[in-house]
């Protein structure tokens, strides 16, 4: 058995893997984590880089570039202009990142569910009623991106974006064993809802980015220019930035989750599986 084996053996213990990403100050780890990933020092840049690819499955085989000036810098890596196939039918909406697929399903009496058993509210979700009322009979499918993922976000089809609503909050990681012990975890994070708008019919979807432990960083260069986010403060920023199907949209500094709300006329399409993972460009929702 490999070094990196055992050790992902006891950290996905689920007991110790909680108690280790979440049961410490949240808050702080995050912003350390951020200085530190970001120093271009060489011992510290090799020493971090190499303990990102011991504990992460990383594949840098379709990166644009494999040598980084920080951890940060391997983290928002760029993809090889080839890398990724973006399906072309109009009737397809593609999944905005490469991921895990998470909790999908319909919206029910307003609410979804991070996994059985554990519903929440779309208005706690995404900040306002009336925002939510748009996807009250529709449909959600939630993306998570792990450590070692491509974490650059995109189009999911040509639109426009109408709005970002950003929402402070907590750092709570956001894998499964988190998911299975915290209520409504995706409603006390960090969040930045993004309205968009398809210039095809005019349907209205909603990105969701997440931020989590490690992370509660959230780049939207459309909108925030040099700055992450949350530079702004809470609240609701008006926007008409277009998007070809695919265009790159904004990036995590590290994994996290997207959950996308889509209306009755656009549905998850039938291969999606839970727990399977799945690339940008990708089919995600399909017309009915």
Request: hydrophobic share 45%; glycine share 10%.
């Given at each position: 058995m490999s070094?990196?084996?055992?050790l992902m053996r006891v950290v996905l213990q689920e007991d110790l893997n909680f108690l280790l990403t979440n049961r410490i100050p949240r808050a702080a780890l995050t912003r350390l984590m951020g200085r530190v990933s970001k120093v271009e020092h060489p011992a510290v840049r090799t020493v971090s880089i190499a303990l990102w690819r011991l504990f992460c499955d990383v594949d840098l085989t379709d990166a644009a570039e494999t040598r980084f000036r920080s951890l940060h810098a391997a983290f928002i890596r760029r993809l090889r202009p080839?890398?990724?196939a973006v399906d072309g039918d109009p009737g397809v909406s593609v999944s905005p990142c490469d991921a895990i697929v998470g909790a999908h399903g319909r919206v029910r009496a307003g609410q979804v569910h991070q996994i059985k058993g554990f519903p929440y509210d779309l208005a706690d979700l995404v900040g306002d009623?009336?925002?939510?009322?748009?996807?009250?009979?529709g449909w959600f499918v939630?993306?998570?991106?792990?450590?070692?993922?491509?974490?650059?976000?995109?189009a999911p089809h040509d639109l426009v974006v109408e709005q970002v609503r950003y929402i402070s909050g907590d750092t709570w990681n956001v894998n499964p064993i988190a998911l299975r012990r915290?209520?409504?975890?995706?409603?006390?994070?960090?969040?930045?809802?993004?309205?968009?708008?398809?210039?095809?019919?005019?349907?209205?979807?909603?990105?969701?980015?997440?931020?989590?432990?490690?992370v509660a960083s959230i780049r939207l260069p459309f909108l925030d220019g040099e700055h992450d986010v949350r530079a702004?403060?809470?609240?609701?920023?008006?926007?008409?930035?277009?998007?070809?199907?695919?265009?790159?949209?904004?990036?995590?500094?590290?994994?996290?989750?997207?959950?996308?709300?889509?209306?009755?006329?656009?549905q998850p399409v039938a291969e999606l599986v839970e727990g399977a993972a799945i690339r940008m460009g990708e089919p995600l929702l399909r017309r009915s």
């Open positions: 070094v990196r084996s055992t080839d890398a990724r009623g009336a925002d939510a009322a748009a996807f009250r009979d939630t993306l998570r991106l792990t450590a070692a993922m491509y974490h650059r976000f995109h915290v209520e409504r975890l995706f409603c006390k994070n960090e969040r930045a809802p993004i309205a968009v708008r398809l210039n095809e019919g005019g349907a209205r979807l909603m990105l969701v980015p997440v931020a989590a432990i490690l702004g403060g809470e609240g609701v920023r008006a926007c008409a930035a277009r998007f070809a199907k695919g265009e790159e949209m904004g990036w995590f500094e590290h994994g996290s989750t997207i959950v996308v709300l889509s209306p009755p006329g656009w």
